[in-house]
């Protein structure tokens, strides 16, 4: 494990993203809240969260961050949901793990919760988007232009 003792706490903010890909009619299904399991999108939403909150139980070598703050944003698009988490913390290391581990849960979760209609499901993209606080910021847009 990294030692952080000597980092001060600082304000920290990650957020990362994903998507799982399906088919049309399983996101007809979703939007008319018609799946067998359930409500795929809040379900997904809680299981995200509660995952950044055990992230350092799931990883190994991960620190303990005292979470301020893990929000999940899911959007219905054409062909797919995309996935958006961003998590808070004021802490010695990076948050980064914790927005990544919120966006894979998710997306695991509505696999979970609609595969029964749609096995051709597909989780793809999962990646940081931006991190502030620390020694650095940065920022996917920016090192992508």
Same mark, same amino acid.
């Given at each position: 494990?990294?030692?952080? /003792?000597?980092?001060?706490?600082?304000?920290?903010?990650?957020? /990362?993203?994903?998507? $799982?890909?399906?088919?049309?009619?399983?996101?007809? #299904?979703?939007?008319?809240?018609? @799946?067998?399991?359930?409500?795929?999108?809040?379900?997904?939403?809680?299981?995200?969260?509660?995952? /950044?909150?055990? *992230?350092?139980?799931? $990883?190994?070598?991960?620190? &303990?961050?005292?979470?301020?703050?893990?929000?999940?944003?899911? @959007?219905? =698009? +054409?062909?797919?949901? +995309?996935? @958006? #988490?961003?998590? %808070?913390?004021?802490?010695? &290391?990076?948050?980064?793990?914790? =927005?990544? *581990?919120?966006? !894979?849960?998710?997306?695991? &979760?509505?696999?979970?919760?609609?595969? #029964?209609?749609?096995?051709?499901? %597909?989780?793809?993209?999962?990646?940081? %988007?931006?991190?502030?606080?620390?020694?650095?910021?940065?920022? #996917? !847009? +920016? /090192?992508? +232009?």
């Amino acid at each position: 494990m990294v030692d952080v /003792a000597e980092k001060p706490p600082t304000d920290r903010t990650a957020v /990362a993203s994903g998507a $799982i890909y399906m088919r049309p009619e399983t996101l007809d #299904a979703i939007r008319a809240r018609s @799946t067998p399991k359930g409500d795929p999108l809040e379900t997904a939403r809680l299981a995200g969260i509660l995952a /950044a909150k055990q *992230t350092d139980r799931l $990883i190994p070598l991960c620190h &303990t961050l005292p979470l301020a703050h893990v929000g999940v944003e899911l @959007t219905l =698009a +054409a062909d797919h949901i +995309a996935i @958006t #988490a961003t998590a %808070r913390a004021r802490a010695s &290391t990076g948050v980064e793990m914790e =927005a990544l *581990t919120a966006v !894979s849960v998710a997306a695991l &979760t509505l696999f979970d919760m609609c595969k #029964a209609i749609d096995r051709t499901m %597909r989780i793809t993209d999962i990646q940081v %988007r931006s991190k502030t606080g620390g020694q650095s910021d940065w920022n #996917a !847009s +920016a /090192a992508e +232009a």
